[in-house]
């Protein structure tokens, strides 16, 4: 089945480390988001991508740091400078860039607790 | 400033009874618009989509949204709510832009 993959599920991380998330689709989607949702908040953008090895910043990068090496794959790496990383990580894709008609489809999501 | 607004933070409604969703925006042209709903600790699961043509959109789950252009509003309803709707809706925005704008959410409770 065609779809879009976020891993782990649940992630903990200790003060001053830096951990990766990993979303991987196999849409064939072109472009990729990272969104975060904090209670009440609704969601908010990191980073998105319209083409491998391109990709540019949303609204929250700072403290976030993303790659597109392949197509597929759009991992998104919370860094020690993110200050208030404890929340619902969301990894979404679309076939065209938002903005075309498109829709976006979003993975099952990974909540990052501090610890 | 362009936005989204879900005026409504928490609903409650009986099962069986209609439910209605209000989504306002403010942006220059008529954007792309969607609902989506999330069920807890889930992902996001698209309802609808209005691009163009009729106002009125069907979608899944017996759930359907109305245009209204001269109120910027994108409002979903269904008739007749089952105790399975509970969840988180959000409604969303692509104006010609890179980008998915997003409400902060209507959070449904269903009373049996």
């Known amino acids: 089945d065609g779809g879009i993959t976020q891993s782990p599920k649940y992630l903990f991380r200790k003060e001053g480390q830096n951990v990766t998330l990993s979303c991987e689709q196999n849409?064939?989607?072109?472009?990729m988001y990272w969104y975060r949702q904090d209670p009440g908040q609704g969601l908010r953008l990191i980073y998105y991508s319209q083409i491998v090895n391109d990709f540019q910043k949303g609204d929250i990068a700072e403290g976030y740091s993303v790659s597109r090496e392949k197509k597929e794959s759009f991992p998104l790496t919370v860094t020690s400078a993110q200050k208030n990383p404890t929340a619902f990580y969301l990894c979404?894709?679309?076939?065209?860039?938002?903005?075309?008609?498109?829709?976006?489809?979003f993975g099952q999501g990974t909540r990052l607790t501090v610890v | 400033a362009q936005s989204v607004t879900q005026p409504d933070i928490h609903i409650t409604v009986s099962e069986g009874a209609s439910l209605e969703l209000r989504c306002n925006y403010s942006y220059g042209a008529t954007p792309y618009l969607f609902w989506y709903v999330q069920s807890p600790g889930q992902g996001l699961q698209l309802l609808l989509k209005?691009?163009?043509?009729?106002?009125l959109v069907q979608g899944i789950k017996g759930f359907e949204a109305e245009f209204k252009r001269s109120q910027s509003s994108f409002n979903l309803r269904k008739p007749s709510v089952h105790w399975s709707d509970a969840a988180e809706y959000f409604c969303a925005v692509a104006p010609t832009s890179n980008q998915f704008y997003f409400g902060t959410g209507t959070s449904l409770t269903v009373i049996p």
């Open positions: 849409l064939n989607h072109d472009a």
């Open positions: 979404a894709s679309s076939i065209g860039f938002a903005g075309t008609g498109t829709e976006a489809f």
């Open positions: 209005y691009f163009s043509g009729d106002t």
